[in-house]
């Protein structure tokens, strides 16, 4: 059974940083390109960043380039996200996405 799992999500102030991880199980990390998205309330999934299956790809969003950096430890099938300085705009539930597959999410609050 495919399994993604999220976490690392909270509350934080404007300018702090968090990590987010995906921990997949059931398949190999490797085998896919993952990808992380957020939606906000009212608001449509938007992408955030995505890396391909070895890791020397990456893609990021314009809102997060420079801020946010994504990884992979295919050793521990986990995706990481760092998230530096984070704004209030970037409050959403945080969901990473494998394939077909996708997680439940993680939310994260920045207050300013």
């Known amino acids: 059974q495919v399994q993604l799992v999220e976490s690392g999500g909270g509350l934080v102030q404007a300018g702090a940083s968090l990590r987010l991880s995906c921990a997949a199980s059931?398949?190999?990390?490797?085998?896919?390109?993952t990808g992380w998205y957020r939606q906000s309330p009212g608001k449509e999934r938007e992408f955030v960043a995505a890396?391909?299956?070895?890791?020397?790809?990456?893609y990021y969003a314009d809102s997060v380039k420079g801020r946010f950096t994504i990884s992979r430890d295919n050793a521990k099938n986990t995706v990481y996200l760092q998230m530096n300085s984070l704004k209030p705009d970037d409050t959403a539930i945080y969901s990473c996405?494998?394939?077909?597959?996708w997680g439940q999410g993680t939310q994260v609050t920045v207050s300013s």
């Open positions: 890396i391909g299956r070895s890791g020397g790809s990456t």
């Open positions: 996405n494998m394939g077909p597959n």
């Open positions: 059931g398949l190999s990390l490797s085998s896919y390109n």
